[in-house]
């Protein structure tokens, strides 16, 4: 009995040491473990922690103003809220929502619709849009209890608007976010980027430099404090030598019609107008544009994406009349007793070049023949000075040639030349293998034919003839230095012949633009173009066949010209398709130009300002 | 009285309660700062218990422990058909005052019976083995399909080291541990799914990091980045932006190591060290095997505690869900601990004064 108590006993004690040294054992065991991670893997952990608490964000630039001549805004930044929701850090989706709904006043449609988004979010670690555009006085409650909506944010920004998006569609452009091309070239996703027109030339100087901010976050990805921040660098403000009065008197004048105007300042190339129209509505683009809507302006027949002014080239009709003229006067080259006899027709082998005075002119000379439009004179003198001459006067008048204006892309136009080679240019075989006839060059010598032309280089071709010869760069930015990309080689007196004879356009009560514009507050100079198609015989029975097709170009309507005549201040150039004749249908868009800056001059100068 | 106090487990319990609170304090001052209130509290309420307890005879409670134990199965049973589910699992039993667990109780119960079956013999016989053997398994079985993995683990542990403690023959041991080994699968088999993905996401935390695997690869990353002094008091960014989850129960070990340092994790440690050697030396220098066998049983379920939790936290073990004890907030846990620790001061007050308990004639007196 007392044997086995004390072998107990003594069992007991083995095995009380046995539970003593666990102790030590077991806690030093945890101990190592937490030293290793503690000390040896502390730099791998430490990183983890600052890689769960630090978020580097994105902080976007403000976009630069684009603003008018006068300083009023074209494309505005406007301070708005919108609403982001991180669908995997939301608790209750549809408590969360019905909150939502019930703060910013969403019609059931609404809710239908950001319902939908919501589940169609293919990352659920991605914020999904849920409202835009909002005043703070709508989201500041929203904002007051965002500690209750885990997975809501409340985000401020600015949007893009265009206070005059239709009438400036083509000139300012518009923008959109960044694609994968952008993505890869260093833009960030949610970045808008200029896509056409000043938004897209001037895209570097306009779009300012992101910055970024370290941002400490809490598990749920809510910021707590901002640790370190480099702020972006806003975009630089541009300064158009846009008017948007004189844009919007010359889109009012053109009304529903289509066209295009341009207003050049002779002495600078400033655009003082630029419009294309039918416009379209560029702040859609901002909110995400719909396909449907996108697809409804790239297909309708009137083009409204197409700017008119710099990107399509049309027929100039007869007032490349001047070109021809310039180019008779700086090669010597006149008609025997300097002038022609006009019996309405010319006749040519066995085709008979009709005048659009199927009367006549009678006996014309070259300053008649400019103000009445005479083609018969016209004819005869293109005849003799040649298409290469044609084509060379044309070339350095700046036609056929980009007009280097800071907007991509460009028509160039097209100036013919009887080189069949040159004839290449048309894709199609049936014009390269054709011959160049006498008679062609007697049409292009009246501005029909082949030849094409935009209303830019036409407002450019204005102003050379207005300002001594000088074919000027179109500049868009206020306050550029005048950029002489040609000096035409003539005398001053020929050129003086051709603007009398604009002049007589004018004031000469035979001149095709006398009715519309000899009353004008300033004495303008010009020429008026009607697009008509030349009737030539020998092609009667295909033209017939093809008359439906022709009537589409016969109407085309311009003018072009300068105001003042004595002290030139603007070059006009006005384009109408299908729009009649040159000066009843074009004649009145330059003369309501025209009133609009004689009338601001006029206010300016009673203010006492220079004008 | 207050000269036979043991001192040593005073002072190593006072500073647990004190570190427990300051790093309670840093888990909670953000949110329910309240919770500091209540576990201000359950330290007063357990200090009671504790006080009290100091004054009940040990005979008394050697009496009370097998009705304690059959309560406690009684009660066990009654949960598969009338327990409350909590998150998943059926546990707790509504006995109209108050929600009990009665798995909590039952851990308590068997270290009592087993202490006492073993106080008047050694775990040498068929008998005397096959007897503590029926005790573990049965409440082992029953807290095992409710399903608590944590718990049953201790129950085995403590009842295992129970019978080591008591004489068990180590050929024995070295048997049972083979066959424990081998019912592994067994085990695995009677495991929840939500078991299997712990134990699964234990051994790569990493396939999982959102789910699953995020409690532990947050509380690693915690531990880790503290450093060997920390982040300092309230500094700690995984536990100030809500990374680590549950930081003010289980994973509160996280907030300690992560703003504290190693420094704070050696300072615990050594406390724990104090706490458990002295409970083990109290029990050591008992004068009968009930009060040794008593002490030997809370020392493990204390070491057990710490040594799960701790494991589970920096990503050694399965996360099952127990608290480090006397530092996670709780107010049961705690009060039963200290009432546990109660019974230890009852055990060194009793063998500094002789209290006489065993009946005269006992064979191992």
């Known amino acids: 009995m007392r044997n086995k108590k004390l072998e107990a006993r003594q069992r007991f004690d083995v095995r009380m040491l046995l539970f003593y040294a666990s102790v030590p054992v077991l806690l030093g065991l945890l101990l190592f473990h937490i030293m ?44 708005a809220y919108r609403i982001v929701l991180i669908p995997e850090r939301v608790e209750h989706l549809n408590a969360t929502l019905n909150i939502l709904a019930e703060m910013l006043v969403w019609t059931p449609a609404k809710f ?61 452009g518009y923008l959109s976010l960044a694609r994968k091309k952008d993505m890869d070239a260093g833009y960030l996703p949610t970045e808008f980027i200029g896509r056409t027109g000043v938004e897209k030339s001037f895209e570097l100087k306009l779009h300012g430099q992101p910055g970024h901010q370290q941002e400490e976050v809490d598990a749920r990805g809510r910021r707590v404090a901002v640790v370190k921040r480099a702020p972006p660098v806003m975009g630089d403000q541009i300064q158009l030598a846009l008017d948007i009065d004189i844009q919007k008197a010359a889109a009012d004048a053109l009304g529903e019609r289509t066209g295009a105007v341009v207003v050049m300042d002779v002495r600078t190339g400033d655009i003082i107008a630029m419009l294309s129209k039918p416009g379209y509505d560029t702040n859609r683009f901002i909110t995400g544009l719909e396909s449907e809507q996108w697809n409804a302006w790239l297909n309708n027949p009137e083009r409204p994406l197409l700017n008119r002014a710099t990107q399509a080239a049309y027929p100039p009709a007869s007032t490349f009349k001047l070109v021809t003229a310039l180019g008779a006067l700086k090669n010597g080259i006149r008609l025997a007793n300097g002038s022609a006899f006009c019996p309405g027709y010319l006749e040519l082998a066995d085709r008979k070049l009709h005048c659009w005075k199927h009367r006549g002119h009678g006996k014309v000379t070259l300053n008649s023949a400019l103000i009445q439009s005479c083609d018969v004179y016209f004819y005869q003198l293109g005849d003799q000075l040649g298409m290469a001459a044609i084509s060379d006067t044309a070339h350095e008048l700046g036609l056929g040639e980009k007009t280097q204006i800071d907007l991509s892309p460009e028509a160039r136009g097209i100036i013919p030349t009887h080189q069949p080679y040159m004839m290449a240019a048309f894709k199609s075989s049936h014009t390269k293998r054709k011959k160049w006839y006498r008679g062609e060059t007697m049409i292009t010598a009246i501005g029909q034919g082949l030849l094409t032309v935009t209303p830019l280089q036409m407002a450019r071709l204005a102003a050379a003839i207005a300002n001594g010869g000088k074919v000027l760069k179109p500049q868009l930015l206020a306050g550029s230095q005048a950029e002489v990309l040609h000096q035409v080689d003539i005398k001053p ?75 030139p201040k603007i070059a006009i150039a006005v384009f109408v398709e299908h729009g009649g004749h040159g000066g009843s249908s074009a004649g009145p868009v330059a003369a309501a130009i025209i009133e609009t800056m004689a009338a601001k001059q006029q206010v300016n100068i009673s203010k006492g300002e220079t004008p | 009285m207050l000269k036979s106090l043991d001192w040593i487990l005073l002072a190593s319990l006072f500073g647990l309660a004190a570190l427990g609170m300051i790093v309670l304090y840093a888990a909670v001052h953000q949110g329910d700062s309240e919770l500091w209130q209540k576990q201000a509290m359950f330290w007063a309420i357990g200090m009671l218990v504790f006080s009290m307890l100091c004054f009940v005879p040990l005979r008394i409670l050697g009496l009370a422990c097998w009705p304690m134990y059959g309560a406690a199965l009684l009660l066990l049973m009654l949960v598969p058909l009338v327990g409350d589910i909590h998150m998943g699992a059926r546990r707790w039993l509504d006995l109209g005052v108050a929600n009990i667990q009665p798995s909590e109780i039952m851990k308590w119960a068997l270290i009592f019976v087993l202490a006492s079956w073993f106080s008047s013999r050694e775990a040498r016989g ?72 712990r134990v699964l996401t234990l051994l790569d935390p990493q396939s999982d990091p959102l789910g699953a695997g995020y409690h532990v690869i947050q509380s690693t990353i915690a531990i880790g980045s503290g450093g060997l002094a920390g982040k300092g008091f309230l500094q700690g960014t995984q536990g100030r932006l809500h990374f680590l989850p549950e930081q003010h129960t289980d994973f509160i070990f996280s907030i300690l190591a992560e703003e504290g340092g190693f420094l704070a994790v050696v300072l615990l440690l050594s406390l724990y060290a104090v706490l458990i050697l002295r409970v083990l030396l109290i029990g050591h220098r008992a004068h009968n095997r009930f009060a040794s066998l008593l002490c030997i049983g809370i020392a493990l379920i204390f070491i057990l505690y710490i040594t799960v939790n701790i494991g589970m936290v920096s990503g050694l073990f399965p996360v099952v869900g127990l608290p480090l004890p006397f530092i996670s907030y709780g107010g049961s846990a705690l009060v039963t601990m200290l009432a546990a620790l109660g019974l230890v001061m009852r055990v060194a007050l009793e063998s500094k004064e002789k209290i006489p308990w065993q009946r005269p004639g006992s064979p191992l007196a």
Do not use: C
């Open chain 1, 112 to 172: 239908a619709l950001i319902h939908k988004r919501i589940q169609r979010a293919r990352r659920p670690d991605r914020p999904v849009l849920l409202d835009d555009k909002l005043q703070w006085l709508n989201v500041a409650p929203l904002a007051a209890r965002l500690h209750h909506l885990p997975g809501v944010d409340v985000e401020a920004g600015s949007y893009r608007q265009y206070p005059y998006a239709e009438l400036t569609s083509h000139l300012i």
């Open chain 2, 126 to 197: 068929k008998v005397e083995i096959m007897v503590p053997l029926l005790l573990a398994v049965i409440p082992a079985g029953l807290i095992i399909i409710q399903p608590d993995l944590g718990t049953t683990l201790v129950l085995l542990f403590a009842a295992t080291g129970m019978v080591i403690a008591a004489g068990l023959p180590w050929r024995l041991l070295m048997i049972s541990i083979v066959t424990g080994i081998a019912s592994l699968p067994v085990l695995w088999h009677f495991m929840h799914d939500y078991q299997k993905q």
């Open chain 1, 36 to 79: 290793q991670m503690q000390w040896f893997e502390h730099d791998k952990y430490a990183l983890q922690a600052n890689q769960n608490r630090l978020n580097i964000v994105p902080v976007l630039p403000v976009r630069g103003e684009i603003i008018d001549a006068h300083g009023k805004g074209l494309a505005i930044n406007r301070i």
């Open chain 1, 493 to 567: 007196e020929q050129l003086q012949k051709i603007q009398q004879a604009m002049r007589g356009v004018v004031l000469n009560p035979h001149g095709t633009a006398h009715r519309v514009l000899s009353k004008a507050a300033w004495a303008v100079a010009g020429k008026t173009g009607t697009a008509q198609v030349v009737k030539i015989r020998r092609n009667e029975k295909k033209e017939l066949s093809k008359d439906e097709l022709l009537r589409r170009h016969r109407d085309h309507a311009w003018f072009m010209g300068y105001a003042p005549y004595d002290k």
